[in-house]
């Protein structure tokens, strides 16, 4: 007996000995030290116990070369599974693929010339060929991002699993060639790839290639076992269910499994997310395996159930995340349904609308009651087969244990020891216990109002006689003017701008506010810079609006302005612009006399709304003014945006349907990522170079204009991880005015540049009615 173990034991520490060289030279991340032991501790034990069946002493000399090519092996799956966490050392990869694929004719030409081929040589040949080919199919899968390539790596092994479904699989196949010349052609097209020495076209020709003789071969091989199956009644009676059984066994572990480990952030989907081992899933696995069937039932139901809510959860977060850069919120997020449909009304139709709310009606049902389904049929088939359930339960439990105390990542930020599905619901029941004491909290903040009870005489003082527009551009964020492929383009629309206005008497002072929303929701963003307090959510919009809070609006009408709301983009009334805003007139898309087209989301083009503002209000005579103007042509889906023309021919709008502009549909340019960024950028463009235009055309010396963005757009533009900053410029002909600002550390121009003041955008009113006014009373 100790003969027989001498072979896996000096290929055990073979495998250790190229681990350590391959730590020394190329370097070894934790998972490849993890995935490269186990590759040897699993290959050379497997070796043992079948030297030990077959009676064998000692390896022969072909076991020895195949066992050479299974360290070798080793090697390429500990580099393959660092590589899914950081890039590979690709010359290291090929090298080893290489020597490995040439030693694979090695070790049949020994065999055959030492007379010693064995029923376990060539079983052992074949599952290192398998593996390999695995291995590099998903390294390739990864690198490349064609997923398809892992059916190439995993043909061999759904082979097996079927025939443990369909015994007529499992029969002796015919010696074939052309077989092993295909076995052949996938590792040297997979090297091929992993190498990256074709253009990425012929790569791809290559594989499909590849793949194609794959399905011949197999194909080829199960319809000769096929035409040669047994034809019994019993199993011809037998066979769909078992074949059902096992299909519905494979689904259900599959939805469990993502429900239990996919990630709720865009940015961390990826392959190595799901290559992790939920002890969540352990659990619910061993309960059913020591409850009676009655616990078992019930804490299946339960699990599932629970599962179910949170996939959905994912589901929203990772929808929520695309659109606003942060989580679901269980508490407040419900509040935007409404305003979410009718977005996707106004941008993508009433059909396409009505098919997102139709899917996700579908998916609210549909989740929960397939999980719940699963959860209990892994348990019964888990209770049903308890001795392998329980040994597979205590391996994976072991090894969660040992990557859990190692801290074993094959990807930044997941390790493979995954308590995610517990994570995410501590975080919803702690965002449920802190939304419900929120309203107590903010309830203070409202109540500390330090212009509440300043005389009016002492208002705005610096403001005096100026007519003050504060006009908020959709989607103005700080991605429109630096780190983006479109941000040069808009930086020089607005330093062009900046001579413009210089040109006609106006100077500008830029900096950035930190909004207090994401990616839409703009209404939170203008009430946190009109009240002065922090609103990112609808509860708090819906606590604010009920109270006295005095906002920038109230307290310019309070010191003696007549103050408006220009919002184009509403089409109904708005309470709160006289409960709480108190505009002595809020307009809308229906006062406005426009009879042109909408483009896109906006019902009229924003030189049309800054014509009309100036036709209805600013060439009429009134009192000092000041008012909020809401321009939304730079709002998604960007489909189709206006050209600035000549201010004499705006009339009612009527000119712009015959305006030849860009109108492609919102798949065709959603589908191209580089494309939809562009088309923000050139909305913004248009905004900014409407409102220069505007001052240089109507503006009057007393006129002050407060232009600034209300969010960042949606990270389809932004990408993961941007901030919440928005652009804000001042822009005012009297001197005086800009004076009072100097101490604030603004930069001159329209654009502000990395380097410029950032302050919370609920930090604006106060400084804002400090600069220009009196100090506020005192408490």
């Excluded at 010349?181 to 020709?205: F, H, K, S």
Aim: proline share 5%.
């Amino acid at each position: 007996m100790p003969a027989v173990r001498t072979g896996p034991a000096i290929g055990l520490l073979a495998q250790l000995a190229l681990l350590a060289v391959l730590a020394a030279t190329v370097g070894l991340g934790i998972a490849g030290w993890v995935v490269g032991i186990a590759c040897g501790v699993l290959t050379n034990a497997g070796l043992a116990r079948g030297l030990g069946r077959s009676g064998a002493d000692a390896l022969r000399p072909a076991d020895r070369v195949t066992l050479t090519r299974a360290t070798l092996v080793g090697g390429v799956a500990a580099l393959v599974a660092d590589s899914l966490g950081r890039p590979a050392p690709v010359p290291t990869l090929v090298g080893l693929t290489v020597v490995a694929l040439a030693l694979d004719a090695v070790d049949g030409w020994v065999a055959r010339r030492t007379r010693t081929a064995s029923r376990l040589g060539r079983h052992f040949d074949q599952e290192v060929d398998s593996f390999l080919i695995l291995l590099l199919s998903v390294y390739v899968a990864a690198s490349l991002g064609w997923w398809w390539v892992l059916a190439i790596g995993v043909a061999r092994y759904a082979f097996v699993a079927a025939g443990w479904l369909l015994p007529w699989l499992r029969g002796t196949l015919p010696p074939r060639y052309w077989g092993k010349v295909v076995a052949a052609c996938q590792g040297v097209t997979l090297t091929v790839a992993t190498a990256d020495v074709l253009p990425r076209r012929w790569t791809l020709v290559v594989l499909l290639a590849s793949l194609a003789l794959l399905i011949e071969s197999f194909g080829h091989s199960v319809w000769w076992l096929w035409r040669r199956r047994p034809s019994t009644p019993r199993a011809a009676r037998g066979r769909l269910p078992a074949v059902a059984a096992a299909v519905t066994l494979v689904l259900a572990l599959l939805l469990v499994w993502v429900a239990l480990v996919v990630p709720n952030q865009p940015g961390r989907l990826s392959l190595g997310a799901f290559l992790r081992i939920p002890v969540e899933g352990l659990v619910v696995v061993a309960l059913a395996l020591v409850l009676p069937v009655t616990g078992r039932r019930v804490v299946a139901g339960v699990a599932g159930a629970v599962l179910g809510l949170l996939l959905l959860v994912t589901i929203l977060d990772l929808a929520v995340f695309t659109a606003l850069a942060r989580p679901f919120n269980p508490v407040t997020d419900w509040g935007y349904s409404g305003t979410a449909l009718e977005t996707l009304r106004a941008s993508f139709g009433r059909t396409g609308a009505n098919v997102a709310v139709a899917v996700a009606a579908v998916l609210a049902i549909a989740v929960p009651v397939l999980t719940t389904l699963a959860v209990l049929y892994l348990t019964r088939f888990a209770a049903h087969h308890r001795v392998w359930s329980l040994r597979a339960v205590t391996a994976l439990g072991v090894v969660w244990v040992l990557c859990a105390v190692l801290g074993v990542r094959l990807v930044p930020g997941e390790p493979v020891a995954s308590t995610s599905a517990a994570g995410l619901a501590y975080q919803q029941v702690r965002t449920v216990w802190s939304g419900a004491h929120d309203h107590a909290t903010f309830a203070d903040e409202i109540a500390h109002d330090r212009f509440h009870d300043t005389a009016a005489d002492q208002l705005l003082s610096g403001l005096r006689g100026k007519d003050v527009i504060v006009a908020f551009v959709e989607s103005y964020g700080r991605v429109a003017v630096e780190g983006s492929d479109f941000s040069p383009q808009v930086d020089a629309a607005l330093d062009t701008g900046t001579r413009r206005l210089q040109a006609a008497g106006f100077s500008s002072r830029s900096a950035f506010l930190t909004s207090s929303t994401f990616g839409g929701i703009s209404w939170l963003a203008h009430s946190t810079l009109q009240s002065g307090v922090w609103v990112d959510s609808q509860p708090r919009y819906d606590q604010l609006v009920k109270t006295h809070r005095s906002t920038l609006s109230t307290v310019f009408k309070r010191a003696g302005w007549r103050t408006v709301a220009d919002v184009p983009s509403d089409d109904r009334d708005w309470p709160q612009g006289r409960s709480f805003y108190h505009y002595d007139r809020v307009y809308d898309r229906r006062d406005v006399g426009y009879h042109g087209p909408t483009f896109g989301y906006a019902s009229m083009p924003d030189q049309y709304v800054m014509a009309a503002f100036q036709r209805l209000e600013l060439a009429q005579p009134h009192p000092p003014l000041m008012a909020e103007i809401d321009l939304v042509s730079s709002h998604e889906p960007w489909t189709r945006i206006p050209r600035l023309i000549d201010w004499k021919k705006v009339g009612d709008g009527s000119v712009f349907t015959t305006m030849p502009v860009s109108n492609v549909s919102q798949a065709e340019l959603w589908s191209d990522a580089d494309r939809v960024r562009s088309a923000y950028g050139e909305s913004v463009r248009y905004t900014m170079n409407t409102l220069v235009s505007f001052v240089q055309h109507y503006a009057k010396d007393n006129l002050v204009l407060v232009v600034l963005g209300d969010h960042q757009p949606a990270t389809l533009i932004t990408g993961p991880g941007a901030s919440h900053d928005v652009p804000i410029t001042i822009i005012a002909h009297d001197t005086a005015v800009m004076d009072r600002i100097s101490g604030w550390g603004w930069q001159e121009g329209l654009r502000p540049d990395p380097h410029a003041p950032v302050w919370k955008m609920s930090a604006f009113r106060d400084r804002f009615l400090t600069a220009y006014g009196a100090q506020p009373a005192r408490p």
